[in-house]
């Protein structure tokens, strides 16, 4: 099976690639989910990072409990459904195995640590209980220097692997067996979205047997009005423009840090809509896809329907200041072929 994934800088159209592989008869794309577990905080990288280019005993099971509480929390449970809703429970089923498969051996051992990560009022009721614990114990035994708290005495403790060819082998088997449940039809490929971040894509791909990454961009003008005056969200810092032009050119320069392997075609939204034809031939034959294959055209993506929601500042002249601010700090980015 042969993974495409498709990522971002947030707003840039990324579902414009998962959109046009639903359309291909040989791919199985669904993008009701994101695999979030492989390139968050706390996912396969910064687990890679503890356990081989930073081992040290606590480091190394601390990320693992890491790893393992972000699974349990993706995985959701009775009443909230998140990955379990798709794979009962495969998935975390299949993380603990990859555990195993990535550690040495495993022990009992208590770190503060462990007792820090459980919360603030964790840490206050077992240091209390901890000092009960002695003031009684000391009555009973003047030399008892125990120090106790409410974690219990089997709290897991991992050695986890510092081999990165294990380290390596055992991430492919896990994430193959993770896509291969995803690919419900055992199409010839699989196309989910955010599988990896837009950067450092060398090391992500390390942890697929075969993967093809689309990072796409967009025009730093509409992502601004589109974030102002349609989304309303968040992320992107539009409250104010210069402070966007920060965040823009920052998560840019992110990307620009690192020089792409073979595996990458980086791609313009813009493209996919005013030069849809040149820009869709380019992409299959990046993936050595027959266009007879593409059997449901403009099903999932339509450009004349996308192409509403590009050169929005010809829709809002209110903001015309700011746009020229965009125009001249980002002039780069913008997109200037029509």
């Known amino acids: 099976m042969k993974v495409i994934t498709t990522t971002g800088f947030y707003g840039t159209g990324s579902s414009a690639i998962t959109d046009l592989f639903k359309e291909i008869d040989i791919v199985y794309a669904n993008d009701d989910y994101e695999f979030r577990i492989f390139c968050d905080p706390d996912g396969l ?9 930073n081992p040290n005993r606590h480091n190394t099971s601390n990320s ?36 195993d498969n990535i550690c040495d051996f495993k022990y009992h051992g208590i770190w503060y640590f462990d ?3 459980r919360g603030h009022l964790f840490w206050f009721f077992s240091r209390i209980y901890s000092k009960i614990n002695m003031i009684i114990m000391k009555f009973v035994d003047k030399n008892y220097e125990r120090q ?22 055992a991430t492919k088997n896990y994430t193959s067996a993770l896509l291969w449940m995803f690919n419900k039809n055992e199409s010839e490929y699989a196309m989910l979205d955010q599988l990896v971040p837009p950067t450092n894509l060398k090391r992500y791909s390390r942890y697929f ?16 009005l ?3 005056e349609y ?50 031939n380019s992409i299959l034959n990046f993936m050595n896809i027959s266009p007879s294959h593409h059997i449901h055209k403009m099903k999932y993506f339509n ?10 500042w010809e829709k809002h002249p209110e903001y015309k200041n700011d746009i020229d601010y965009i125009e001249k700090e980002l002039s780069q980015y913008c997109y200037t072929k029509v």
């Open 231 to 280: 989304w309303h969200g968040k992320t992107a810092p539009v409250y104010d423009v210069e402070v966007f032009v920060k965040w823009y050119r920052w998560t840019r320069k992110q990307y620009e840090l690192f020089e792409n392997p073979d595996n990458v075609m980086k791609i313009q939204f813009e493209d996919m809509i005013y030069f849809y034809d040149k820009t869709v």
């Open 115 to 117: 007792i820090y990560e």
């Open 303 to 312: 450009p004349s329907i996308s192409i509403k929601n590009t050169k929005l």
């Open 64 to 99: 693992i409990k890491r790893f393992l509480k972000q699974a349990e929390f993706l995985n959701g449970n009775k009443i909230v459904k998140r990955y379990n809703k798709y794979f009962g429970d495969s998935f975390i089923k299949e993380t603990y195995k990859y555990i």
């Open 148 to 169: 106790k708290s409410l974690l219990p005495d089997d709290e897991p403790a991992y050695a986890g692997t510092f081999s990165e060819d294990k380290f390596l082998a």
């Open 209 to 224: 047997e075969d993967i093809k990454i689309f990072v796409v961009d967009r025009d730093p003008r509409d992502i601004y």
């Open 45 to 53: 990288s910064d687990l890679e990072y503890n356990l081989i280019q």
């Open 226 to 228: 589109l974030e102002k």
